[in-house]
Nanobody
């Protein structure tokens, strides 16, 4: 399984970005997917997760109401729409895959990781 994250960049506070994560898997809907982030000097933390069907999502409190995770199982891709960005959202964002149709919020539960994409939010 390979995961390729993209879409990061530099944006001003209050702006928006959409991250994508393309997966190379046989049956994408069999995988629960997650987004995590790691800021400099901090541990990697959970951001959002989605079930294999896309019907269920869960978010960290810090991003609830601002970020939306979705997936297109015809394109083997998940997305993270990030609105109202804040400087504290600055981090490397990683997508992760779990061989299960459910969603998971803990880092250690995931089986595969992408390489990360940097998001920088300026004040």
């Amino acid at each position: 399984v390979q995961l390729q994250a993209s879409g990061g960049g530099l944006v001003q506070a209050g702006g928006s970005l959409r991250l994508s994560c393309a997966a190379s898997v046989r049956t994408f809907s069999n995988y629960g997917m997650g987004w995590f982030r790691q800021a400099p000097g901090r541990e990697r933390e959970f951001v959002a997760a989605i079930s294999g069907s896309g019907r269920s999502t869960v978010y960290a409190d810090s991003v609830k109401g601002r970020f939306t995770m979705s997936r297109d199982n015809t394109k083997d891709t998940v997305y993270l729409q990030m609105n109202s960005l804040k400087p504290e959202d600055t981090a490397v964002y990683y997508c992760a895959a779990k061989v299960s149709a459910a969603y998971y919020t803990k880092l250690r539960e995931y089986d595969y990781w992408g390489q990360g994409t940097l998001v920088t939010v300026s004040s």
